[in-house]
């Protein structure tokens, strides 16, 4: 079998983090009440429901289950993560769009 080649670690270069977020939301989004509320979210709302898509008549089958307003909004405002008036469908494509502009805006310290 073969082996897996070592590592090389450079002490120039700054070591790249996926997500360097000061909150984790990681047991939330695993626990089985929030998988079980996304699934029934999804199978009720089939259809990507974000702005872009509204805008251009786009019609894209939902792959996520998205916080309008973000969940560390709603857990910081004491408003129900569960609550679907907070939730819309979302494809992958147009959820990795919001999320990145989202990361992209609160490093900057604008959200």
Known sequence: MA???KKVVRS????RVAF?????YQSF???RKWRNTSKAYREANPICEC????REDIVKKAE???HVRGLGYLLDNGID???????QSMSH????????SESHRSQRGMG
């Open 81 to 87: 993560p569960y609550d679907w008036s907070e939730l």
């Open 51 to 54: 702005e872009d898509c509204k």
């Open 12 to 15: 120039w270069v700054k070591p």
């Open 3 to 5: 082996n897996k080649p």
């Open 20 to 24: 360097d977020r000061k909150v984790s």
């Open 93 to 100: 494509e147009c959820h990795n769009k919001k999320s990145g």
């Open 29 to 31: 989004y695993n626990a």
């Open 64 to 66: 996520v289950c998205d």
